[in-house]
C-alpha cells in the first residue's frame, strides 16, 4: 500500500511561483514514475507532467511547458511540482499519483492518489 500526502498549495498572484510537494510512504515509490494532475471546478482532472523512476525522464503538459518543472527525491520519498508564472487558468487542486503502466497522460494509467492540494492563482 502507498500513502501520497500532496502540501504547498496556497493563494498567489498572477506571475508568482509555489512549489508543490508529494510525500510518499511505502516500498514502490522508488520504483515508480510519478505523475501530478490538476482538476479545477466542473473540469475532468488534466494531466500536468511526470517524472520517471529515477528522475532522468519528464514529461509535461503544454499549458505548462516551460514554466513548471517535476523532479524528486527519492532518498526522501519526495516528488516536486515546482510552479513558475502561474496564470489565474492554472487554478485547480493539484494531485499527485502512482505511476502503474501505460501513457502518462491518462489518468487510468495511476493508482494511489493523493487527497490533492488547492493551488488559487489570482489576477
Known amino acids: 500500500q502507498v500513502q501520497l500526502v500532496e502540501s504547498g498549495g496556497g493563494l498567489v498572484q498572477a506571475g508568482g511561483s509555489l512549489r508543490l510537494s508529494c510525500a510518499a510512504s511505502?516500498?514502490?515509490?522508488?520504483?515508480?514514475?510519478m505523475g501530478w494532475f490538476r482538476q479545477a471546478p466542473g473540469k475532468e482532472r488534466e494531466f500536468v507532467g511526470a517524472i520517471s523512476w529515477s528522475g532522468g525522464s519528464t514529461y509535461y503538459a503544454d499549458s505548462v511547458k516551460g514554466r513548471f518543472t517535476i523532479s524528486r527525491t527519492n532518498a526522501k520519498n519526495t516528488v516536486y511540482l515546482q510552479m513558475n508564472s502561474l496564470k489565474p487558468e492554472d487554478t485547480a487542486v493539484y494531485y499527485c499519483?502512482?505511476?502503474?503502466?501505460?501513457?502518462?497522460?491518462?489518468?487510468?494509467?495511476?493508482?494511489?492518489w493523493g487527497q490533492g492540494t488547492q493551488v488559487t492563482v489570482s489576477s
Open positions: 511505502g516500498r514502490t515509490f522508488s520504483n515508480s514514475a
Open positions: 499519483a502512482v505511476h502503474t503502466s501505460g501513457s502518462y497522460y491518462y489518468t487510468r494509467s495511476y493508482a494511489y
